[in-house]
Every structure is written in structure tokens, then in C-alpha cells.
């Protein structure tokens, strides 16, 4: 296994140990071809949730809306009138949602991920993670940054599960930027499209959210 998708780290978590194994051996044998943010099933709510995020245009939601109804409309097959309206779906549960608490109000200078493909090592599993965001902004005598990641699966992410995603942004902005910038807990956020809610790093450090990623990474290095 040359990496491993948080995704599919994740995926290997649900299963009972029996199946974990046979899990392995599958994706050992086949290059993993979803993403982390989930796709281009779902590149419509993504891509619409990933523009008010830069722009603060909160009616653009609307207009994405009304974009894809039409295209609905325009297309004959079952399967792809099914994957716009489950976009729909998605979109309609973040038309009043509070963008605004997922950053903070200091101008962002926003950052690259090299290759779009970044990769971080934890106990010799390398982890291929793809935030949406990386932001740097001036709090008072500091350069700080953090990461935004919009991900969507269906039924979604237990509480525990998003919390890998911000920690693993958490150990990827300390790892990379920490000579120049201070590494913001609160705004190493994962948001699951799917449900509606974030949860940030800062609530693993609090241990309001169980910590989930090294026994994780632990169990699967043990049977690899």
C-alpha cells in the first residue's frame, strides 16, 4: 500500500476485524480512485460551498439551485437526474448556514496544496489528504493558519470520524508551516456536507470529540 485516503481509513474502521483484513488485501490489490472530498458525484454542492466560502456570496446558493433544476430538466437519464437533485439535497440544508464561524474575520491569504495531492506519514502510513482550504491571516502579533475541509459521503460522518479529518489538517499545517506561521486548532475545521455540522480540532484537544486517528493508524499498520 503506497497510501491510504482518509476515507478509506475510515472505511477500514467500521468494519469487525475479519473483515479489516480482507479490506487490505482489496485495496492493496486496486489503485483507490475516490477522493476525499468526495468526487465529481458530488462537485455541484462542493463546488457551489467552496465559492460563498471565498466570496461570502451566500445567493450564489440560490443560483446553483436553479442551475442544476434546469439541467435536470435537461437530461433524459434517471441516474443523472437522480445525482442533481441529491446536489439539490445538499445545497438546500446549507442555504441558512453560518459560513461566517468557519473562519475567521481577519483577511485570508489563501495557499496552494502542492500537486493538489498532499501527504503526510503517521507510524509509516502515508496519508493522502486534500483540504479544501489552507488560509494564513495577522491575529494581533501573529501569523496564523488553518484549513477548511467540505467533505460529503453518503449518510455522512459520525462526530469521531470528522474529527480525523481536522486533526490530520491539524498535524499537515504543523508538519509544513510551523516555521513560519502558528497553527490555529479552531480553524482546522471539517464540515460534513452530507449533515450539516463541523467539528474542529480544538474539540478533540478539549476531548469533547473522542480522538480517533492513531488507534486507527495503529490497528491498520498492525495487519498490514
Not at 494564513?136 to 479529518?165: H, T
Request: aromatic residues 12%.
Amino acid at each position: 500500500m503506497e497510501k491510504i485516503s482518509l476515507n478509506k481509513l475510515i472505511d477500514f474502521r467500521r468494519r469487525s476485524d475479519k473483515a479489516k483484513l480482507s479490506f487490505i488485501n482489496s485495496i492493496n490489490k486496486a489503485e483507490v480512485k475516490e477522493s476525499d472530498g468526495g468526487g465529481d458525484y458530488w462537485v455541484s454542492c462542493v463546488s457551489a460551498i467552496n465559492y460563498i466560502f471565498k466570496t461570502d456570496d451566500t445567493s450564489f446558493i440560490e443560483k446553483k439551485i436553479d442551475y442544476l433544476y434546469t439541467k435536470i430538466d435537461q437530461t433524459e437519464k434517471k441516474g443523472t437526474k437522480d445525482r442533481f437533485q441529491k446536489n439539490i439535497d445538499i445545497l438546500h440544508i446549507f442555504e441558512e448556514f453560518d459560513y461566517q464561524h468557519l473562519k475567521p474575520t481577519e483577511e485570508l491569504n489563501f495557499h496552494k496544496n502542492s500537486n493538489s495531492k498532499s501527504l503526510i506519514t503517521l507510524n509509516g502510513v502515508v496519508i493522502e489528504i486534500k483540504p479544501t482550504h489552507i488560509f494564513s491571516y495577522n491575529n494581533l502579533d501573529f501569523k496564523e493558519i488553518g484549513a477548511v475541509w467540505f467533505i460529503v459521503k453518503k449518510d455522512g460522518f459520525k462526530q469521531g470520524e470528522l474529527g480525523m479529518f481536522s486533526e490530520i489538517m491539524y498535524r499537515y499545517l504543523d508538519a509544513n508551516y510551523s516555521k513560519e506561521f502558528k497553527i490555529s486548532p479552531e480553524n482546522c475545521i471539517a464540515i460534513d456536507l452530507f449533515n450539516g455540522y463541523d467539528v474542529n480540532y480544538s474539540q478533540i484537544v478539549k476531548n469533547e470529540i473522542p480522538h480517533l486517528l492513531d488507534n486507527t493508524i495503529d490497528d491498520l499498520k498492525r495487519l498490514l
